[in-house]
Structure formats: C-alpha cells, structure tokens
C-alpha cells in the first residue's frame, strides 16, 4: 500500500511538470516561438502524465482493496483459530476424563505379595468396596509369639531369638524381639472374657510379642503365613 502510495505522489509531481510545459508552450506555439511538433510532444507528455497518474491512483486503490481484504481475512482467522482452540480444549478435557474412567479400571493392591484368596471370577461384576482378593505382603515376614504375661520381665526389645519351623525341623532361624502388643491375646479376640458377674478366676495371660525374622531370602521364601513354630528368647 505504501508502495503504492508512493507512486502516486511521483505520477503527480511528473504530471504537475508535464502540466507546466503543456501551457508554456501552448503560448509559444500561439506567437509561432515553437514548432507544432514540439507542442504536439508536450501536449502527448502532458496526456502520459495524466494516464499514468490515473494508472497510479487504481493500483492504489487495489492495493488499499487487498489491504482491507487481508486485514478482515486476519479477523477472520483470529475468530476462527478462537473457535479451533476452544474445540481443543474441550477434546483434551475428554480425553483427560476418560484417561481418569480408564485408571479405574486399574486396581493396584495397597501392597505387594501374594494372593492368598480370591473372591471373584471372570467376567463377574463387581462393586464398589467389594472385596476381590486376600493379599499377603511377601515384604513383612515375622512371628507373633504368645508369651506368658510371667515371662515378659526378661524379654526385652531387641533380644534374640531363636526360632524352629515346624515345617522345616532341621532349620535355625534366627531372630529378634521387636514389640509387644498392647493387650493380651485373651482381650484381643472375638469374645473377650466379661468378668462383670464377679466369678473371677484367675488365668495367666498371654500377651502377643511380634519377632523379627533375620533368614536368607531362599528361606523367607519356604514360610508362610499360618505356620507353627516354636520361638526360644536369649535372655542373657
């Protein structure tokens, strides 16, 4: 457009000098000065003038055309790319959701392990909250010894242990004392003893101490859950 413009300005400057000499010799072709030849060349540079200045003005004009045209192209595209990026968006917050939907359909066990039992079968629907399998965490391996409340003043925390598997008789394992429950076994289960009536005969608890297990990883792999052994604490 600029451009354009500028060329404009020329074609007037040459057809203000074109103008010019026209009338100049106009007036010395009148007083027989000059020849009509060169008036007829004037007159002609004269006409040039004035079409190339016309010629100017519509390339101009077509430019400042294209100008507009571009300009509202551009708020067109603008609109359009506003409306492009909306879909966009919206397409992403779809395929985040159903990324979410799809994540459901992974159940992950709070820990690792083993599945001990399993409570659904293939191709069964199952419920929020519904139970699916008994898991036993392989990582945590230990023994939970019920002591006579009579023997708990001489084992402490940390002290070691010794202990046979039932199932493998020939093996040593070795151990150490972790912690001691907070209640007996007695308080502890399903229906513990209510002595409210006031026939109170007096039994010697026993009270749960969980032992750390110290083996190779080859022996940790024989043990399972459930098993009887027979656990002999150092107290000296």
Do not use: C
Not at 16 to 33: I, P, W
Not at 105 to 132: W, Y
Request: avoid cysteine; charge should be positive; charged fraction near 20%.
């Amino acid at each position: 457009v600029e451009a354009a413009k500028s060329n404009v300005a020329a074609a007037n400057v040459k057809l203000n000098l074109a103008q010019k000499d026209y009338a100049r010799y106009e007036n010395l072709v009148k007083d027989g000065s000059i020849t009509q030849q060169a008036f007829d060349q004037a007159k002609a540079t004269k006409e040039s003038a004035e079409a190339a200045k016309q010629s100017a003005i519509a390339a101009y004009q077509a430019a400042q055309d294209q100008y507009n045209a571009a300009v509202k192209q551009v708020g067109t595209t603008q609109s359009q790319l506003a409306v492009s990026s909306n879909v966009i968006s919206q397409r992403q917050s779809d395929i985040d959701f159903a990324k979410l939907q799809l994540s459901y359909t992974d159940i992950k066990a709070p820990a690792s392990g083993i599945v001990s039992k399993k409570n659904i079968q293939k191709g069964q629907l199952v419920q929020a909250g519904q139970a699916l399998f008994s898991v036993v965490n392989d990582g945590s391996i230990y023994v939970t010894a019920n002591f006579k409340e009579t023997q708990l003043e001489k084992i402490k925390s940390g002290s070691k242990v010794e202990i046979e598997v039932d199932a493998y008789p020939e093996e040593k394992i070795q151990g150490e004392v972790y912690n001691f429950s907070p209640i007996t076994g007695a308080k502890g289960s399903l229906l513990p003893p209510d002595n409210a009536t006031g026939n109170f005969v007096k039994v010697v608890q026993r009270v749960p101490v969980k032992i750390k297990i110290h083996a190779s990883k080859e022996m940790l792999a024989k043990l399972r859950p459930g098993m009887s052994v027979k656990a002999s604490v150092s107290t000296n």
